[in-house]
């Protein structure tokens, strides 16, 4: 465990160097990563974070350089959104906004791609229309449950059978909502794709 806390605060401090080595880029820096924090995917995620834990854990971003992926005339910070876990700081989505223009924002796709943001939005909503998911249990219903574990407490019962939508399938755990709403996890073995 002290090796864990160890780790965290080396990346901490890290991540702390990163920011204050040049506090004129930080300030110049900032309207971006608050531009980025306004984003339906960044305030999802946020959410999501919220939701694992209750020790108010928030999204962190990391500026790594500039970066001239379009052409050479075309300049963009690479921002990188992710999370400070007790292990490591994972990535959760790797931003390129144009350095003269704030709202030109670029992501990169699952396939390696750099792609226009509402390009990748399309491509998203495309894979979510694809998939429909069920419950299947051999006992005829399973939990939804607040948290990720078996002991946790069940929101309510949901039918083999039942269509879900899911939100998150990161994990053994995916958080799911039920057609009346209601929101929580289900192990993944109990969801099946129609």
């Known amino acids: 465990m002290n090796v864990r ?11 702390n160097l990163i920011f204050s080595l040049n506090a004129l880029s930080q300030n110049k820096l900032k309207p971006y990563i608050e531009n980025l924090a306004k984003l339906k995917e960044v305030q999802h995620y946020q959410n999501y974070i919220l939701s ?3 020790k108010n854990k928030a999204v962190s971003y990391i500026v790594d350089d500039v970066d001239d992926f ?8 690479r921002i990188k959104v992710g999370y400070d876990n007790e292990l490591r700081w994972e ?27 509402e390009v990748w939005r399309d491509r998203q909503n495309k894979r979510k229309l694809k998939i429909e998911y069920k419950i299947f249990d051999k006992d ?16 309510t019962k949901i039918n083999t059978g039942t269509s879900i939508k899911v939100i998150d399938n990161t994990g053994d ?7 009346d709403g209601k929101k929580g996890y289900v192990h993944k073995s109990r969801i099946v794709s129609k």
């Open 5 to 15: 806390k160890t780790n965290l605060r080396l990346l901490i401090v890290l991540i």
């Open 91 to 117: 990535c959760r989505y790797i931003f390129h906004v144009n350095v003269n223009n704030i709202n030109e924002i670029y992501i990169d796709d699952i396939n390696g791609e750099i792609v226009y943001l």
């Open 173 to 179: 755990w995916w958080f799911i909502q039920t057609n």
């Open 52 to 54: 694992l834990n209750k």
């Open 140 to 155: 005829g219903y399973t939990n939804l449950r607040k948290e990720k574990n078996v002991k946790s407490e069940i929101i």
């Open 70 to 77: 379009i052409n050479e005339t075309t300049k963009c910070y």
